[in-house]
């Protein structure tokens, strides 16, 4: 089919060039650039462009900072998380795309019940640490004057100067939602990568 090709190696399936390379530009600039930068330029930075301002609709919602906030952070995880996935179709391994083409799946069926599903189910690593990593960048929202962990902090330490404990508790709040991300990813994976797990004979 024009504009189609098949890619070989393992979940590398018949994709359209269009699609497969589209997000490649999004994909290096939000990777290529720092999460500070973005956020700095999705609160100050298109609020200055006259078509935002002339646009009601564009102009009430960057008017509102956590809507900003929300924006930057979403660009850049997307971004990143797109990578992830993208790697976990391209190391699947080719035996179970044969195995399935064998069973009759092709195209979109073979993409949607087994390429999908196994790259899903290998991401889950990766994917933990970049939700941890977000979860950290989150300390970036005082910014555009987000009442985050970090600026309760940083307002309890001016109003008491009490830095160690101020920023202590913060940081152990951190390390709280942390430890209780990494434990949900933990108990998928032991429920979804079951079958990676070698069995003895």
């Known amino acids: 089919m024009p504009g189609k090709r098949a890619l070989s190696g393992g979940g590398r399936a018949y994709v359209g060039f269009w699609f497969h390379c589209a997000p490649n530009p999004y994909t290096y600039l939000f990777r290529g650039t720092p999460l500070y930068i973005q956020l700095l330029i999705c609160y100050t930075g298109l609020y200055g462009l006259e078509v935002v301002q002339d646009n009601a609709l564009l102009n009430q919602f960057f008017r509102n900072a ?3 906030t929300l924006l930057a952070f979403v660009l850049n995880t997307c971004a ?3 990578e992830i996935f993208a790697g976990a179709i391209r190391n699947i391994p ?3 795309i044969e195995a399935a083409r064998a069973y009759g799946l092709h195209g979109w069926r073979l993409n949607l019940f087994v390429v999908i599903p196994a790259a899903l189910r290998r991401s889950l690593p990766a994917y933990s640490n970049e939700m941890i990593l ?3 960048a989150t300390s970036l929202a005082f910014t555009a004057t ?3 962990i970090l600026k309760v902090a940083r307002d309890a330490n001016a109003a008491t100067f009490l830095t ?3 920023f202590g508790i ?4 951190y390390m709280l939602l942390s430890f209780a991300l990494v434990g949900l990813f933990r108990l998928a994976e032991q429920r979804w990568m079951r079958f ?3 069995t003895r004979g």
């Open 170 to 173: 913060a940081a152990l709040l």
């Open 94 to 96: 080719h035996g179970e």
């Open 80 to 82: 990143y998380t797109v």
């Open 146 to 148: 987000i009442g985050d």
């Open 134 to 136: 977000m979860l950290h």
């Open 66 to 68: 956590l809507n900003c």
């Open 196 to 198: 990676l797990v070698p």
């Open 164 to 166: 160690f404990q101020s």
